[in-house]
């Protein structure tokens, strides 16, 4: 069976070391380390360091971090954004993450043409720093008619880039469901995403705004077809949720949300076999 997940904002308040220890209490043995997360062990000092100290950490109570959320507010378009977000796969790869998730935006002001090339551009030097690893950039698909929305858009922006070599596609299940303009199926998204999708944000919503709810709750999302969707393209890696939407609530109930998450998670998992 996959590794199943919820990334690590869950406990957003927590340090790193503390919300190791709430998932592995409510038998999550892995997380997506959040953009929060990092920011806090980037405040600590050298990120290789940090990773490292924080990997052993976790490994010697047998929980590790597969995927992660690198900057979310990285401007691909910016001068300094291959810098910037380099220090950030520096500490992934340290933290033994294979698939740091990434937004690729920024360049609103530009023409298409030009934000095109010059995320492109970014992405390729991403992908040349860390050639010969095993970590993946997995590009999200996002909302808005300047951003990527569809699987072919992903693709078209890796294509651009070099191909497969380390960079992939993460699917939020949540954005694709409320694309209005330019609307998707995930079935369709997963088999066009096929091999290169690499990450996932499961969450759900109603269509009316991006909820980031718990699957079979309010939203309206059709997870079997998502779950025989990801069985068909083979996908073996985090099972992992993003749901802010489950946190208006106190610490008690956080933790009981999350061992419903947990056996959510191993029910929809073995409905299909992955």
Not at 192 to 199: E, N, Q, T
Not at 219 to 224: E, F, H, K, V, Y
Request: aromatic content about 8%; glycine content about 10%; hydrophobic content about 40%.
């Amino acid at each position: 069976m996959l590794n199943a997940s919820v990334w690590s904002s869950y406990f957003v308040e927590m340090s790193p070391e503390d919300m190791v220890k709430e998932f592995l209490d409510a038998g999550f043995t892995a997380t997506e380390f959040s953009d929060e997360h990092g920011l806090m062990l980037l405040s600590r000092g050298n990120p290789e360091k940090e990773g490292l100290k924080l990997k052993k950490y976790a490994e010697d109570l047998g929980f590790s971090f597969p995927q992660g959320h690198l900057l979310l507010r990285a401007d691909l378009c910016a001068d300094d954004a291959a810098e910037t977000l380099k220090l950030w796969l520096d500490l992934f790869m340290a933290l033994g993450i294979k698939s740091g998730v990434l937004h690729a935006a920024g360049g609103d002001d530009l023409s298409p043409e030009a934000r095109f090339a010059r995320r492109v551009g970014t992405l390729s030097e991403l992908a040349a720093y860390v050639k010969g690893s095993d970590f993946t950039i997995c590009l999200e698909n996002l909302r808005g008619a300047t951003r990527p929305e569809r699987a072919e858009d992903l693709n078209a922006l890796i294509d651009a880039a070099g191909g497969d070599a380390n960079l992939g596609i993460c699917l939020d299940t949540g954005h694709l469901h409320i694309q209005r303009e330019r609307p998707q199926t995930q079935a369709d998204f997963i088999r066009i995403a096929g091999r290169r999708l690499k990450a996932l944000h499961i969450a759900d919503n109603d269509t009316t705004s991006d909820m980031h709810l718990m699957p079979y709750g309010r939203g309206t999302i059709d997870w079997p077809e998502v779950m025989t969707s990801l069985r068909g393209v083979g996908y073996d890696r985090l099972f992992n949720l993003e749901i802010p939407g489950e946190r208006r609530c106190p610490l008690p109930v956080l933790r009981a949300k999350l061992r419903y998450c947990r056996a959510l998670c191993d029910l929809m998992l073995g409905s299909v076999g992955l």
